[in-house]
């Protein structure tokens, strides 16, 4: 099982919003995780989003519009990215990443698609 | 602006060396912790190596332990990454990553005969 799951794809509308999730494998701490978050478009270098961890331990990355933001579902042991007002520009490809046994782990990518 | 310039990707048999280069600028280079990422054709985002801001501590995906060697130069705000033994599968484009940053560019890696 991967350290990080995201779902393949995900579509919405614009305006909507997006709720992308970031599963850890079973036994991973996500209390103790600090998840990052990346967007991903084709032939642009990835675009660091913002990192999560807690309400007070977290990061919007310079110049990301506050639209973007993130939480964790403990429920789910999931971490979060909220993409609010969905725009056009905003269809991308999203990768999560945190830090797990000496080295930096990434999610599977999800591929949103804007409609 | 805070920013990342990487160097040296090349085409390159298999079996053999080469050795990326990253220049910082914009922040305090010697204050961060650093990273390599890369990105195989039309494949997701890969860790490849860390390195703490003194240099003390690295640590290596299992991929490329013992192929690898990560480096870094804060007098030179500069970030290096060794490959030797590369296989086809290390073909990609590689990041020089500060993980709280935008990244840069990156530099085309190509193993190929």
């Known amino acids: 099982q991967a350290v990080l799951t995201q779902p393949s794809s995900l579509s919405a509308s614009p305006g909507a919003s997006a709720r992308l999730t970031c599963t850890l494998r079973s036994g991973i701490n996500l209390d103790a995780c600090r998840i990052y978050w990346y967007q991903l478009k084709p032939g642009s270098p990835p675009q660091y989003l913002l990192r999560y961890k807690s309400d007070s331990d977290k990061q919007l990355g310079s110049g990301v519009p506050s639209r973007f933001s993130g939480s964790k579902d403990a429920s789910a042991n999931a971490g979060i990215l909220l993409i609010s007002g969905l725009q056009t520009e905003d269809e991308a490809d999203y990768y999560c990443m945190t830090w797990h046994s000496s080295a930096y782990v990434f999610g599977t990518g999800t591929k949103v698609t804007v409609l | 602006e805070e920013q990342v310039v990487e160097s040296g990707g090349d085409l390159v048999q298999p079996g053999g060396s080469l050795r990326l280069s990253c220049v910082a600028s914009?922040?305090?280079?010697?204050?961060?912790?650093m990273n390599w990422v890369r990105q195989a054709p039309g494949k997701g985002l890969e860790w490849v190596s860390y390195?703490?801001?003194?240099?003390?501590?690295?640590y290596y995906a299992d991929s490329v332990k013992g192929r690898f060697t990560i480096s870094r130069d804060n007098a030179k705000n500069s970030l290096y990454l060794q490959m030797n033994s590369l296989r086809a599968e290390d073909t990609a484009v590689y990041y020089c990553?500060?993980?709280?940053?935008?990244w840069g560019q990156g530099t085309l890696v190509t193993v190929s005969s």
């Open positions: 390195m703490t801001s003194s240099g003390s501590t690295r």
């Open positions: 990553v500060r993980v709280d940053l935008s």
């Open positions: 914009g922040f305090t280079f010697s204050n961060y912790e």
